[in-house]
């Protein structure tokens, strides 16, 4: 009966990966209607139901029902509630419904990414207060952050299809301000070894949104990329390539020395690492020239 259950709940996982790809294909595709809500609403479904089975999956393994103390409870609901935020957030965006709600519930696009983050947060903190850790609670933690990471994503491009809005920056003859784009390369290196493959993700984006600036080179969607390079093999490699060759263009309008491409290119294939690191340290000096000529 146990390896029952374990089934429906690797089947549930499968359900949600295939809805996965398909918010994918639609960000890719660049579609924001009605049709886009339904791998919403399965998502939030196989949740909800995941929900509704633990309770018969703890009984059958063994534990007392009874005896789940109220916090443990409130955790199991944090994966479904996330996913009906998000459900929610989709309905907003994509359909006429709710309209009246759109603004408060655009603003809150982050609330999904933060609740999947509390399974996560409870398995560590009861690893730090027991002493134990074992290979489930790493499994438990992990698919925390990967699934706050998919939503945080998921989200961004539910709320904001062409990036992040940007404040605009009046600047006077005294005020330097750095421009999009740039980012401490001390930082950079140390979120690329430390933060699991996370970091580049995000750099990707902001990456992606920088390099649009590059003249008669067409807008690439931020999200859209991002999503391509999570999902598809291999893709990050040609992401990397368009992107190196866009950072050419940009640091030669600005009369700065720059031949990445082929170098980002081989780089990507045989060492990863290395071709984000050498493609900021190019982006930092563009947007270092932006600013001088803004002084």
Not at 14 to 22: K, N, P, R, S
Not at 36 to 62: E, H, Q, S, Y
Not at 182 to 205: A, E
Request: hydrophobic share 55%.
């Amino acid at each position: 009966m146990v390896m029952v259950y374990l089934f429906q709940f690797s089947v549930s996982e499968w359900i949600l990966l295939a809805a996965y790809v398909a918010i994918a294909v639609f960000a890719i595709l660049k579609k924001r209607n009605v049709y886009t809500v339904i791998p919403f609403a399965v998502a939030a479904l196989v949740r909800v139901v995941d929900a509704v089975r633990w309770p018969i999956f703890l009984a059958n393994v063994g534990w007392d029902i009874v005896r789940v103390d109220v916090v443990e409870v409130c955790v199991v609901l944090l994966y479904p509630l996330a996913y009906i935020c998000l459900l929610l957030l989709a309905m907003v965006q994509f359909t006429p419904l709710l309209q009246g709600l759109k603004e408060k519930v655009s603003g809150l696009w982050y609330i999904p990414a933060a609740l999947s983050l509390g399974e996560g947060v409870r398995t560590f903190l009861n690893c730090l207060l027991s002493a134990h850790f074992h290979g489930l609670e790493l499994i438990l933690m992990l698919r925390a952050l990967v699934t706050a990471i998919i939503l945080f994503f998921i989200a961004a491009w539910v709320a904001f299809p062409n990036g992040f809005p940007r404040k605009e920056k009046r600047v006077s003859e005294s005020t330097v301000v750095a421009q999009d784009g740039f980012c401490s390369m001390t930082k950079h290196v140390l979120l690329l070894l430390f933060t699991c493959g996370v970091w580049m993700y995000i750099w990707i984006f902001k990456a992606t949104n920088f390099t649009n600036g590059a003249k008669g080179e067409g807008q690439r969607n931020p999200v859209a990329s991002m999503l391509l390079c999570m999902f598809v093999p291999f893709y990050s490699i040609v992401w990397t390539y368009k992107t190196a060759r866009r950072v050419d263009m940009m640091a030669a309008e600005k009369g700065i020395q720059s031949d990445l491409g082929t170098l980002c290119l081989i780089l990507a294939i045989v060492f990863g690492i290395l071709p984000p690191i050498l493609l900021q340290d190019k982006i930092n000096a563009i947007a270092t020239a932006k600013t001088n000529e803004i002084q």
